[in-house]
């Protein structure tokens, strides 16, 4: 699952990709980062009609807990940690807080199905790097061919799959897209943008990838 950017959410496309998750059966989601958006206590300056910082909270912990019920507790999900994930704890870093005073997102949501990658340590399943993207430089596919491994990420909320064959080892990079609603406040950055976030999601079975583009 790409970027969901809570609460400034398409949940007709979550709702999608749920529907597609219960007839797949995984044995485990990966929300690839960038779950909650977060915009408040951004460093950018806020738009006059965004929604103040107790709303957009209130509507976070709303929809986290409707983000959950849609795909339900019996799956595994591990959240790796996005950028707009971060914002709260570097705000709080720059506010000089002591660890103790701070309540991490595993604290504040700790569902018992979720493993929120708070420590950051890179994940790897079945030959693949599951990463959000801001990390290093490059696109999926590049990384693959640095790091050499297959790699799976989101953050530029594109949707694209690439393979290379260095001496006939297949390689892929991809990026899996994203849930942001293009016409909410949090992507007002890109509003003059033409190219819009792809909105969809992917697989990846036996280590080959899918992508599963929204036809809403
Ligand atoms: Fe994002
Ligand atoms: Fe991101």
């Known amino acids: 699952l790409g970027d969901v950017h ?12 749920a529907k597609d998750c219960k007839a797949y059966k995984p044995d485990l989601i990966v929300q690839i980062g960038d779950l909650l958006d977060q915009y408040n206590w951004s460093l950018y300056k806020r738009a006059t009609y965004a929604p103040n910082a107790e709303e957009e909270w209130h509507n976070t912990e709303q929809d ?14 591990e959240i790796v940690m996005g950028n707009h994930d971060l914002r709260l704890m570097l705000r709080c870093m720059e506010a000089n807080l002591p660890r103790k005073l701070i309540r ?15 420590e950051q340590k890179p994940l ?3 030959g693949v790097l599951f990463c959000h993207g801001d990390e290093t430089g490059g696109d999926a596919f590049e990384k693959a061919q640095v790091l050499g491994t297959n790699v799976i990420q989101g953050h530029d909320h594109k949707g694209y799959l ?9 390689r ?45």
């Open 162 to 170: 690439r393979y290379a064959s260095p001496l006939e080892i297949n």
């Open 104 to 118: 991490q997102l595993d604290e504040l949501f700790p569902f018992d199905n979720w493993n929120w990658r708070v």
């Open 172 to 216: 892929f990079g991809m990026s899996v897209g994203c849930f942001i609603d293009n016409k909410s406040v949090a992507a007002a950055y890109a509003r003059r943008n033409f190219k819009k976030g792809f909105l969809g999601w992917a697989t990846c079975t036996d280590g080959v990838p899918q992508l599963f583009p929204f036809r809403g």
């Open 124 to 126: 790897i399943r079945d």
């Open 6 to 17: 809570l609460p400034f959410t398409r949940w007709d496309v979550l709702e999608a990709a």
């Open 64 to 77: 986290i807990h409707h983000f959950h019920k849609l795909f339900g507790d019996k799956v595994p999900m």
